[in-house]
């Protein structure tokens, strides 16, 4: 088990820049989510990670272990380095067992460890059962938890998993991700997990790395990802967010179209820069036009007219057109509720809102 | 477990640091390196001799442009050029014409027996045309014929010869009937491929019949009619064995037979030899890098032998004279000659008739035991097809695998080198092959290797394309997967990849092995009387007048090919690698011949 360290990754495809230089610490033991939009470079990132490609620039390091430079790199099979593969990549024509244990006969263990490796591993992933099947004769989750069981039977330094549930269906996925926490919190690898979902980052990892075109976001915990976002792309690309684009107006103010509204500004920048003001939906509190005596202090306050509504059960959502080409949405209390035409004023708390920069 | 400390090592270090293992494995080296040499002696060297020689003269040895000169001057040599044109331009001709209307019966309409017709038009692929030729001879040769014995028990015994194979036209009708399988082949897998609903499309438009072939399914398979033309072209241009047999002793030349005739003068002039080949490999490059601006990358056409349900096109009461005529390319392409083969061959002494007394099996037991020669000459087809095959496909495959997975810098230009022989005609490899083995440091002359060697470069481009097909199918995470759990690339090669292949590799063998045994062009200038082939000495023992012996030999080489095709399906599905534990699971697909087009 080592920790990762990144140092100004940058990877080049012909005139095609897939990484632009990117940092990344990852602690011993700990799991972080590599997530982005689709393209955006992290299976790239997974397969410099496994030895699979040069880097063009920078240095991938595993404790005081220098693993990949532009002037060489740790073929994979030296690096101690598990890769679980976006579609499986199980072996069709080996069984379960012999898919598992193939990493340990390549280390030619005693027979005896192997088998004991073996089975304790398949019972790590429940599949002791199904040690004979092919994987023809497997569901989609159960060739998953084969090429996981593959992966961690050799006892990885670190374990790599690139949308390792992405083909599975909505039900198995919450099962999986679950189970791979639990194998995680087992074992206590160093574990590197892709996904473009961010529900399962959130979910799963200790730490999370935002990526968008081949720039890191951010690195940090799940919670200041959440609540303290980097950039205005992290904000919307993590939960539901209102983003409202307007110039700054000096530290913490922005001018958006013609209010000029406050929160605290984490942009860093200058006098009429571009920069959002962004704010969860539900943050926002919606109140009727004829409406008075609200409690507007120490909140932002805009008027608009509700374009339209939809009940959800647990609240409703709300969108609101402010004018100039500018809407916002509001999670309510399903309790109230708001014709669609109707004038409205919305009330944004100052803590909840933060002014943010574009994205890097 | 230590908390990693957050300053990053030592930054001077680091910036000339190399990872510890980064060095180039000597495993790599040493496969990359054989591979690159065989690639080397097999293709690059003997062409480059070809080259070499064609710029020197014969009788002093220096450097010259003279045999260029004299190609271009002498009548005498001139003369073959334009048979050979008009051998090529006849026979793509025939190839096209029966070949397209065929195999849009055989594939479109409801034509009775479809697969009869199919399986018997394969069986005409297999056949090596020098075989149909010699069975030829015993039908219409002017005098002894027996079609022409027929006639002239018909019409008279004064009356003149109906046919004489011996002739341009009889060399044309057999190279045509015998490349027919190929134009056949290429248009009806077309036909087969292209989605029927296209059709259905354009006639729930109203389109008629008519107008639906006219306007959706000829444009279609424009691409496959034309691709097969430029193939039949090149087969015209570039068979020795037809028209060694047929047009050599009524003395018409052409290309490849002048180059025969250029080893057998005294002495021979071989460095004319090898300036004469350039003509001929200028037209088939030429014809090759046309096919493929048609073709693209899809130059390999699958087998399967199946015809696709689907609607088809009623002929009405034009299905049973529409039999008739597809029945004609199986007639004498297969039965007619096969019958004259076969029944020489079981006649003890032909020149005294048929009869029962006169039937034996003798001349069999001669081949096979009676005789050291022949008996030499099936050990040596059987032995070094295999060796050929099996190095053609070890090669083929490792090099498919490095271009592939693109390994190495440059990994594409040794796909390039294992693709030349494919414009390079059989003939010309043999004189290459000649050119480059028969001086020392290498000289192999009368060596069992050289054949091999010979064999296994002709035919490298057909196990390299082969190998590619089947490596695209499988991916690359399939084998990365294998690598991060700490399989080496030669590991990761042998029991992943290669088991993944599986049957095809078997295929891919057979692909290679059959074209090599009844190959005879590729022999001609390299056999020693110790490392005579079958083919070859059919071709030695047409003059010596022992027909019976020379059909004996053509009907096993015909039953060896044929049973070899018989079995490499079932025998590549055998060897497929199970998928399935349970008896009743699903059964892997049945693995797929694929012949060059
Ligand atoms: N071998 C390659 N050659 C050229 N471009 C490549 C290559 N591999 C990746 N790319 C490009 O690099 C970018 C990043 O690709 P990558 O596979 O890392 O994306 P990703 O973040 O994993 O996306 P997804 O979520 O869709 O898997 C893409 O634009 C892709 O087209
Ligand atoms: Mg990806």
Redesign the pocket.
């Known amino acids: 088990m080592s920790g990762i360290r990144i140092k100004n990754l940058r990877k080049s ?1 012909g005139a ?1 820049t ?1 990484l632009h230089g990117i940092d990344l610490q990852v602690p011993n033991g700990t799991l972080l989510a590599l997530l ?1 939009p ?7 990132t997974l397969q410099l990670l496994a030895g699979f490609e040069a880097p063009t620039e920078g240095e991938i390091w595993a404790d005081d272990v220098l693993l990949s430079s532009a002037r060489g790199v740790l073929p994979p099979e030296k690096r101690g380095i598990s890769l679980v593969f ?1 579609n499986y990549a199980v072996w069709p024509h080996k069984t379960v067992a012999e898919n598992v244990a193939f990493g340990l006969a390549i280390r030619r263990l005693p027979k005896a460890e192997i088998a004991e490796r073996l089975d304790r591993t398949l019972r790590t992933v429940r599949l002791e059962a199904l040690r004979d099947r092919y994987p023809s004769e497997l569901s989609g989750g159960q060739q998953q938890r084969v090429a996981l069981a593959r992966a961690l039977a050799v006892e990885p330094r670190i374990l790599l998993l690139d ?1 390792p549930l992405s083909n599975l269906d909505a039900h198995l996925r919450e099962e999986m991700r679950f189970e791979i926490r639990q194998v995680h919190d087992l074992l206590g690898l160093t574990t590197v997990y ?1 996904t ?1 979902d961010q529900s399962e980052a959130l979910v799963t990892a200790d730490r999370i790395a935002v990526m968008k075109s081949g720039h890191l976001q951010q690195l940090g915990s799940p919670e200041d990802i959440f609540e303290r976002p980097s950039n205005a792309f992290v904000a919307t690309f993590i939960g539901a967010n209102n983003e409202l684009a307007g110039t700054s107006e000096g530290n913490g103010a922005i001018r958006v179209g013609g209010h000029v509204l406050t929160a605290p500004d984490r942009s860093g920048a200058a006098h009429g820069g571009t920069v959002s003001l962004c704010v969860r939906p539900s943050q926002v509190r919606l109140f009727g036009a004829e409406e008075t005596g609200l409690p507007a202090e120490g909140c932002n306050v805009l008027s608009g007219t509700v374009q339209r509504s939809a009940y959800l059960g647990e609240y409703r959502d709300v969108l609101v057109d402010l004018g100039g080409g500018r809407t916002l949405r509001a999670f309510i209390p399903p309790a109230q509720s708001f014709a669609p035409g109707s004038v409205v004023t919305a009330l944004l708390p100052i803590g909840s809102c933060q002014i943010l920069g574009p994205a890097a | 477990m230590g908390v990693i400390s957050t300053d990053s090592p030592d930054s001077a270090a680091a910036a000339t640091a190399r990872p510890a293992m980064a060095r180039v494995p000597l495993a790599r080296t040493l496969v990359f390196g054989a591979v690159a040499l065989l690639l080397f002696l097999l293709v690059v060297l003997p062409f480059g001799w070809v080259l070499n020689n064609s710029v020197h003269d014969d009788l002093t040895g220096a450097w010259t442009l003279g045999n260029y000169a004299r190609i271009f001057q002498s009548a005498d040599l001139l003369e073959p050029l334009f048979n050979s044109l008009l051998l090529a331009v006849a026979t793509a001709v025939i190839a096209v014409g029966i070949g397209v209307p065929l195999a849009w019966l055989v594939s479109r309409t409801d034509l009775p027996f479809r697969r009869t017709i199919r399986v018997l038009t394969l069986t005409a692929f297999v056949t090596p045309s020098f075989i149909g030729a010699t069975g030829w001879i015993l039908l219409a040769a002017p005098n002894s014929g027996w079609l022409n014995a027929l006639w002239r028990s018909l019409a008279g015994t004064e009356a003149g010869p109906l046919l004489n194979i011996y002739s341009m036209t009889g060399a044309i009708f057999i190279c045509g009937i015998y490349t027919v399988p190929y134009s056949f082949t290429m248009v009806s897998s077309a036909l087969d491929e292209m989605a029927v609903e296209l059709e259905d499309a354009a006639a729930t438009l109203g389109s008629g019949t008519l107008r639906t072939m006219l306007s959706i399914t000829i444009p279609l398979v424009t691409p496959a009619v034309i691709a097969s033309f430029i193939l039949s072209f090149i087969q015209g241009l570039t068979l020795f064995g037809v028209p060694a047999f047929l047009l050599t002793p009524t003395g018409i030349p052409v290309v490849t037979t002048k180059l025969a005739e250029f080893y057998q003068l005294f002495p021979p002039e071989i460095f004319l030899a090898a300036a004469y080949c350039m003509p001929l490999l200028l037209v088939t490059a030429m014809l090759f890098w046309m096919r493929r601006r048609i073709l693209g990358r899809k130059q390999f056409v699958t087998i399967s032998g199946k015809s696709r349900a689907g609607r088809r096109i009623a002929l009405g009461a034009a299905r049973w004279p529409a039999f008739g005529a597809a029945l004609l390319l199986p007639l004498v392409s297969v039965f007619l000659p096969y019958a004259a083969l076969l029944l020489v061959s079981l006649t003890r002494a032909w020149g005294q008739g048929l009869s029962w007394e006169n039937l034996s099996l003798y001349w069999y037991w001669w081949a096979l035991f009676g005789n050291s020669e022949t008996h030499t000459a099936i050990v040596n087809s059987l032995l070094f097809s295999t060796l050929a095959a099996t190095l053609c496909v070890m090669l083929g495959t490792v090099v498919a695998y490095i271009v592939e997975r693109r390994m190495v810098f440059g990994a594409s230009l040794f796909g390039a080198v294992a693709t030349v022989p494919i414009i390079i005609p059989g003939i010309v490899m043999s004189v290459g092959f000649f050119a480059a083995y028969t001086r020392a440091p290498l000289n192999l002359y009368g060596t069992p290797l050289l054949l091999v060697a010979a064999f296994a470069a002709t035919f490298l481009p057909i196990a390299y394309a082969h190998g590619g097909s089947i490596l695209k199918g499988i991916g690359p995470e399939l084998e990365r997967a294998a690598r991060s759990l700490g399989a080496g690339e030669g590991r990761t090669f042998l029991s992943i990849t290669i088991p993944l292949m599986g049957g095809g590799l078997l295929s891919g063998w057979f692909l290679v092995f059959i074209p090599i045994i009844r190959e005879l062009s590729v022999a001609v200038f390299l056999i020693t009387p110790k490392t005579n082939v079958m083919t070859t000495l059919i071709y030695n023992a047409k003059d010596g007048g022992n027909y019976e012996a020379v059909c004996a030999m053509s009907v096993l080489l015909l039953l060896i090919t044929l049973a070899l095709v018989a079995a490499a399906g079932p025998l590549t599905r055998l060897t497929t690698v199970r998928r399935t534990s349970r008896k009743t699971g699903r059964k892997s697909a049945p693995a797929e011949g694929v012949l060059p087009t």
């Open positions: 495809f095609y897939a982005g689709s393209g955006c470079g992290k299976s790239t976006q949308e892709v473009h």
